[in-house]
């Protein structure tokens, strides 16, 4: 993967516009053996700082663990009411119906990531009863406002799912920011909000490796071999998949999957 060959840098978030995902910086007293995991803002600009052309080692920073960067949630916070704009006006009925016919009617719905509550509306229009989740509080308000509907501010990380109890969960690229290495743990963690056999909303960007966008936001790509795999360690089936297009005119492909809770 291309690794950024600059020393210093005022700001590390401009690159992954250009050539990289990967940043090499020198730090006078570097320590090879010293953890140099970055896992806040604060602390990447504090090595930022510290960098400089200067006798010393190299440091090369993972940029990409950015799901666990302050920045990452800040972005939607920051910017709550022009992501709103651009994705609540979208028709979401291609990929939410092969979900909706797998469900009871009137069942109890999570949608994690809920974003400003385009997805809750269509079901909650179709008479199912519907539960938002979000990290944004900007979204999340705006998830209530236009939904009516509970919206829990959480993390879904570090938020404790064993103490809901619903019927099917969304997870509508809500993962998508998210390490490979990671959502094993959060999925799992997730799913311990479904009642027995639950169903779950499972769709992801596809690809290989990681893409970014102009405004310093890191994608996780998925194959589906890699997915299914991951499926069977839960114990969850694939019951429907479906594969498209982004709706809001990208070149992006979605995978997409209905998945079952055995039990």
Not at 90 to 111: N, R
Not at 130 to 142: K, Q, T, Y
Not at 144 to 154: A, S, Y
Request: hydrophobic content about 40%; aromatic content about 12%; charged content about 20%.
């Amino acid at each position: 993967m291309p690794v950024g060959s600059k020393t210093t840098m005022a700001h590390p978030f401009p690159r992954l516009q250009t050539d990289g995902f990967w940043h090499r910086v020198t730090k006078p007293g570097y320590d090879p053996d010293k953890d140099y995991n970055v896992t806040s803002i604060s602390k990447l600009n504090e090595i930022y700082a510290g960098a400089s052309g200067a006798a010393g080692g190299e440091i090369i920073l993972p940029c990409l663990l950015f799901s666990n960067f302050d920045f990452m949630s800040d972005y939607y916070q920051q910017n709550y009411k022009k992501y709103h704009d651009k994705t609540f006006p979208v028709d979401p009925t291609s990929f939410l119906t092969p979900f909706a016919e797998k469900l009871k009617p009137g069942a109890t719905i999570l949608d994690i990531g809920c974003g400003s509550g385009r997805d809750l509306l269509w079901f909650k229009n179709r008479g199912f009863k519907v539960i938002g989740f979000e990290r944004s509080h900007g979204l999340a308000s705006l998830a209530m406002e236009n939904v009516g509907c509970q919206v829990i501010e959480g993390d879904f990380e570090t938020y404790d799912f064993s103490r809901l109890s619903v019927d099917a969960i969304m997870l509508v690229g809500a993962l998508v920011h998210l390490p490979h290495i990671k959502v094993p743990e959060v999925l799992n963690s997730i799913t311990e909000a479904l009642k027995g056999n639950g169903k779950i909303l499972l769709t992801l960007k596809k690809g290989t490796g990681r893409s970014s966008d102009p405004h310093g936001r890191v994608f996780n790509l998925w194959q589906d071999d890699a997915l299914r795999k991951l499926f069977n360690r839960f114990e969850l089936v694939a019951i429907d998949f479906f594969q498209q297009s982004s709706e809001i005119g990208t070149d992006e492909v979605w995978l997409g999957y209905v998945l079952e809770k055995a039990g």
